[in-house]
């Protein structure tokens, strides 16, 4: 059984950073596309990053030049770094993996982030 679990999450002030961890277990992620999403309160969830097999990545326009997906196929992780945080990056962000960025297999739990402004 596949287990995507995020860590790294947590208040901070913005213009601060913070690096989100995905690990996945029970199966190499290596031949999926690995997507953050984000949902804010009372907000629909929002894609902000994918990066496929292959390595290349597509951001969220609120979020390019800001944040940064990497994946580490070796190590079976892959990672959101954010720079420049916004009170409105504020949401839990949640890890997904699945053949593309739009069908998603499998989830994990979320890890929320709050920015102060």
């Known amino acids: 059984q596949v287990q995507l679990v995020e860590s790294g999450g947590g208040l901070v002030q913005a213009g601060g950073s913070l690096r989100l961890s995905c690990a996945a277990s029970g199966s190499t992620i290596s031949i999926w596309t690995m997507s953050w999403y984000r949902q804010a309160p009372g907000k629909q969830r929002e894609l902000v990053a994918h990066v496929n097999s292959g390595g290349t990545t597509n951001y969220a326009d609120s979020v390019k030049g800001r944040f940064a997906i990497s994946r580490d196929n070796a190590r079976n992780t892959v990672y959101l770094q954010m720079n420049s945080l916004k009170p409105e990056d504020t949401a839990v962000y949640y890890c997904?993996?699945?053949?593309?960025?739009?069908?998603?297999?499998?989830w994990g739990q979320g890890t929320q982030v709050t920015v102060s402004s």
């Open positions: 997904g993996a699945g053949p593309t960025y739009y069908i998603l297999n499998h």
